[in-house]
C-alpha cells in the first residue's frame, strides 16, 4: 500500500509548470535541490528569485514525521495551537525510548512497561489529530519514512535532525525544531533561508571493501561538521547512479553531521527499484511522467562549477574504507594510515563492542554485506573477538533479514545482540555493562555520531564510525587497526587467513515480508478522542505559554555561563536517561547545559551564582536567577548547537529565565529553535569579544527597544571592578521573526492568529 499516493500525484502535476516558471525566473538551468524548492513555494509559482545563503523564503512541505522523543514536545505545542486536524500528512514514531540491554524481545517489553504514559499519550494524539502512529518496534523513524513515505522530488520535515534520509529517495528532507513541524502541521508557511548549494561529483564505482558511508566520511572529513551549515548538498555523477537507494540514503543521512540543510540524490533507477521492491510501483509510474524534472538540469551536471557554491569530486574507483574519529564525526582516517594515528594518539586498539544498525546502515543491503563477512570468518575457522549489536531498521528490514538468514549469520557471535528496531545505542539508550567504571576504551559503530559519553555515557569510550562491512571486519578481528584489504587472522587451526572481500543482496530476491508492520492509522473523525494528562505526572506537562517581550531593553542580566569548546545539544540537553522526561519541561530543565564547560573553570555543571557568590549546578542557579527575577544569558563558542534537533535545548533556557544567547557562530537548527521560542539568538561581530566578558558581569542592552531587521544589537559588559566593554553583537532575525520574539515565541503568535481568523 502507497500511502498518500493522492497527495504525491498533485505535487507531480504542478511540477511542469513551476519548474517552467522558474527556470524563467532563474534565467539559468536547474540543479534538483533548486527544482524541488521552487516547486513547494508556499506562494505557488515563483515571482521572484531568491537569492542563496540570504533571503528568507516561506516553504509547503508536503508532509511531517516526528519520532517519540521530540513529538511530544511538538504535539504539546500542536495541542496549544487550537486546530482539530494536522493540515498535512504527518507521523509519529516510537523509537528513541527504548533502551538497548539484553536483546530485542525483552528490550522492547521493558520500554513498554516503562514508557506506556508516552506511548499511550503519543498514540491517542494522533489519532485525535490525523497522524499516523508507528509504534514501538515498528522501526526507526527514518528507515520507515524511507520504506514508506519518502518520494523523488517531494519536500519534508521532521524533528529530528537525520530527517535527511529520505534524500536517498530524491527529497529534500530538512531536520527542524517541533515549533517548526507545529507551523506546517498547523497550515501555515514553513520560513527558511534559501540554501546555498554544494555539488559533489561521484566519478568511478564503488568495489571491494568500500561502501557508501566511506563516501559521507570523506565528505565530512573535507568540509568538518560546519562545513554544510546552510547548504544543501547535491550529489550526481555516475558514481551516484551507480549506488543503491538505500546507499544514497546512508550519505544523505549522515550529512546532518557536516551540518548541511539536507542532502539529496537525482530520480535514477535504484529509486525506481527500491520503490518497487516496497510495494510503491505506482510512485514510479507517477515519477516516470516527469522524470526529467526530479533531477539537476544536464547543463548543471556538466558544468557544475557555474551552478554550485562549492564543488567537491571524489572517484569511488579510488575511495578507501575509513574510520573517523573518536569524539568527533569529522576526524577522518583512511583504515591504511589508522594504525599509526591511533598509536601517535594513544586510542586504544582493542574492541570490545562493534554496533551496526540505527538509521543509517540498517537497510536490508547493509546486513546482507555485513552478514557475508561473518559467514566467511566462520567458514575459514576465524573465531570473532567482539560483541556485535545490531539495530535492524524497521520490522521490515528485520523480518525479511530473518527470513533470508542474516541475523542467524550474526548469531555466530559469541554474546551477539540483536536489539530492536530502535535507536538504542546511538542516541545513548544502551545499558552496557561496565560502562559506569568509566575506563578508558574504544568501541566501533556504523553510527553517525561520536561525541564524548554519547552511546554509553562513559567519557572515556573513543567511538569510531565506520561502514557495517569494516565494523564487521573489526569486531571479528577485535582490533581497531585491522585492514582487512592487507591484514590477515590467525584461525583456530593456527593458519593465516585473508577475509573474502564483502558481498550482498541491494534488495530481497524473494522481496520483503513483514508479518505486522507496526502501523496506527488515525480516527476518519478524531473529535471525540479524549487526551489525558495527569497534573501530577513526572513525564509528562501541558505547556504554559512563554511571556511575551516587555518592549524594554534587558537590563541587570547575569552571565549564567560561558562555555568552552564544543557544545552540541547533547551538552544543552543530554539524551541519554533524559529521554524519559522529554514531555516534561519543567523536569527536563534539570539536564540544562550541565554537559558544557565552562569557561572560567573549565569544569562542567559547576557555574558561580552571583547572588551568593558560591558555586552551583547550572540548572539551580538558573533557577536562583528567575526566582530572584534576575535575567540571564548563555555566552558560547563556535557552531553552538550542534547535533540533534531537540528543540528542549532551546526550550530549557528559555523555560528558566534565559533571555539571550550569544555565541560566535550558530548551528542552524538551534539557531532557529531559539528563534521560534522567543530567545535571543546572536552572534558576536567581533569574535574576539568573547574573551573579554567575565565571570562576575552585569549585562545591559543598549537598544534592543529598537530591534530591528539587518541593526546589530549593543551590549554593554559591566566588569566587577567598573569597566566595562561594549559588544556588537548581529543577528539574522527577519521581519516575522522578529514578531515571535515580541509574541513570546512562535506558536504564541500562531495562537493568537488562530483566535483572530
Known amino acids: 500500500m502507497t500511502f498518500d499516493i493522492d497527495m504525491i500525484k498533485k505535487v507531480y502535476e504542478r511540477y511542469p509548470e513551476r519548474i517552467a516558471q522558474a527556470r524563467a525566473m532563474v534565467g539559468k538551468p536547474l540543479t534538483l535541490s533548486e527544482k524541488i524548492l521552487y ?6 509559482n515563483a515571482t521572484s528569485v531568491y537569492e542563496r545563503g540570504n533571503s528568507y523564503v516561506d516553504f509547503a512541505p508536503d508532509r511531517v514525521a516526528m519520532q517519540d522523543a521530540t513529538a511530544q514536545m511538538a504535539l504539546l505545542q500542536f495541542m496549544q495551537a487550537g486546530k482539530s486536524k494536522v493540515a498535512v500528512p504527518s507521523t509519529a514514531h516510537a523509537d528513541h525510548l527504548i533502551q538497548a540491554k539484553v536483546g530485542a524481545e525483552k528490550d522492547l517489553q521493558e520500554s513498554l512497561n516503562k514508557n506506556s504514559e508516552v506511548f499511550n499519550f503519543l498514540s491517542s494524539v494522533c489519532d485525535k489529530y490525523g497522524i499516523g502512529f508507528w509504534k514501538p518496534g515498528a522501526g526507526i523513524i527514518h528507515q520507515v519514512v524511507l520504506e514508506n513515505y519518502a518520494f523523488p522530488g517531494g519536500m519534508m520535515i521532521g524533528t529530528d535532525s537525520h530527517t535527511v534520509n529520505a534524500g536517498g529517495l530524491g ?9 517548526d ?7 501555515m508557511p514553513w520560513e527558511l533561508k534559501m540554501p546555498k548549494l554544494i555539488g559533489v561529483k561521484l566519478t568511478g ?3 571491494g571493501w568500500t561502501a557508501p558511508k566511506d563516501v559521507i566520511l570523506k565528505v565530512a572529513g573535507i568540509l568538518t561538521v560546519k562545513g554544510g551549515t546552510g ?10 547512479t551507480s549506488m543503491s537507494c538505500t546507499g544514497k540514503g546512508t550519505i544523505c543521512n549522515m550529512g546532518a553531521e557536516i551540518g548541511a540543510t539536507t542532502s539529496t540524490f537525482g530520480y535514477d533507477d535504484s529509486m525506481r527499484r527500491y520503490l518497487a521492491s516496497t510495494g510503491r510501483q505506482d510512485v514510479v509510474d507517477a515519477a516516470d511522467k516527469i522524470a526529467e524534472h526530479l533531477t539537476g538540469d544536464a547543463e548543471v551536471y556538466a558544468n557544475p562549477e557555474l551552478y554550485f557554491d562549492q564543488v567537491i569530486e571524489i572517484n569511488l574507483s579510488e575511495l578507501t574504507p575509513h574510520l573517523n574519529g573518536p569524539f568527533t564525526p569529522d576526524l577522518a582516517t583512511p583504515v591504511s594510515e589508522f594504525r599509526a594515528k591511533a598509536e601517535a594518539n594513544g586510542w586504544p586498539l582493542e574492541v570490545e563492542w562493534a554496533l551496526i544498525g540505527s538509521c543509517t546502515n540498517s537497510s536490508y ?5 555485513a552478514a557475508s563477512i561473518v559467514e566467511d570468518a566462520f567458514a575459514k575457522g576465524v573465531k570473532p573477538k567482539a560483541i556485535l549489536g545490531i539495530n535492524p531498521g524497521s520490522e521490515q528490514v528485520k523480518f525479511t533479514a530473518e527470513r533470508d538468514g542474516f541475523l542467524n549469520s550474526f548469531r555466530k557471535f559469541e554474546n551477539a545482540r540483536i536489539f530492536t528496531n530502535a535507536c538504542g545505542p546511538c542516541i545513548g539508550q544502551w545499558d552496557r555493562e561496565g560502562a559506569d567504571k568509566g575506563e578508558k576504551n574504544s568501541i566501533i559503530h556504523s553510527f553517525n555520531r561520536n561525541f564524548a559519553k554519547r552511546a554509553d555515557g562513559n567519557p572515556n569510550t573513543h567511538a569510531f564510525v565506520a561502514s557495517p562491512e569494516m565494523v564487521a571486519a573489526v569486531a571479528i578481528s577485535g582490533r581497531l587497526d585491522f585492514n582487512p584489504i592487507t591484514d590477515t587472522l590467525t584461525n583456530e587451526q593456527g593458519e593465516q587467513i585473508k577475509l573474502d572481500e564483502p558481498q550482498g543482496t541491494e534488495l530481497p530476491s524473494k522481496g520483503f515480508a513483514v508479518d505486522d508492520n507496526g502501523y496506527q492509522a488515525p480516527s476518519e473523525d478524531g473529535s471525540s478522542v479524549v487526551v489525558n494528562v495527569d497534573p501530577q505526572s513526572d513525564r509528562l506537562q501541558l505547556l504554559e505559554e512563554f511571556p511575551a517581550w516587555d518592549g524594554l531593553n534587558i537590563t541587570g542580566a547575569f552571565v549564567l555561563i560561558k562555555a568552552f569548546g564544543k557544545c552540541t545539544t547533547d551538552h544543552i540537553s543530554m539524551a541519554g536517561p533524559w529521554l524519559k522526561y522529554r514531555g516534561h519541561l519543567d523536569n527536563i530543565s534539570n539536564n540544562m547545559l550541565i554537559g558544557a564547560v565552562n569557561a572560567y573553570n573549565m569544569e562542567t555543571n559547576k557555574v558561580k551564582n552571583q547572588l551568593t557568590g558560591e558555586y552551583g549546578e547550572v540548572p539551580a542557579v538558573a533557577r536562583a536567577y528567575k526566582a530572584a527575577q534576575v535575567p540571564s544569558i548563555v555566552v558560547g563558542d563556535e557552531n553552538y548547537g550542534e547535533g540533534s534537533s531537540r528543540e528542549h535545548a532551546a526550550m530549557e533556557p528559555r523555560h528558566l529565565g534565559v533571555k539571550a544567547v550569544l555565541v560566535k557562530s550558530f548551528a542552524r537548527i538551534h539557531e532557529t529553535n531559539l528563534k521560534k521560542q522567543g530567545m535571543l539568538g546572536l552572534t558576536f561581530a567581533d569574535k574576539a569579544d568573547y574573551d573579554k566578558i567575565q565571570e562576575d558581569d552585569v549585562v545591559n542592552f543598549l537598544d534592543l527597544d529598537q530591534f530591528a531587521v539587518g541593526k546589530p544589537l549593543k551590549i554593554d559588559f559591566v566588569h566587577s571592578d567598573g569597566t566595562k566593554d561594549t559588544v556588537v553583537a548581529n543577528h539574522t532575525y527577519n521581519e516575522a521573526q522578529i514578531d515571535w520574539f515580541k509574541a513570546g515565541s512562535a506558536l504564541n503568535l500562531i495562537k493568537k492568529m488562530e483566535k483572530e481568523s
Open 39 to 44: 516547486t513547494h513555494l508556499w506562494e505557488g
Open 171 to 179: 527529497m529534500v528532507a530538512i531536520g527542524v525544531g517541533g515549533a
Open 181 to 187: 513541524a507545529v507551523d506546517v502541521m498547523a497550515g
Open 205 to 207: 564505482k564503488l568495489s
Open 231 to 240: 547548504c544543501i548538498v547535491e550529489y550526481f555523477g555516475e558514481g551516484a
Open 365 to 369: 543491503e547493509d546486513l546482507s554485506r
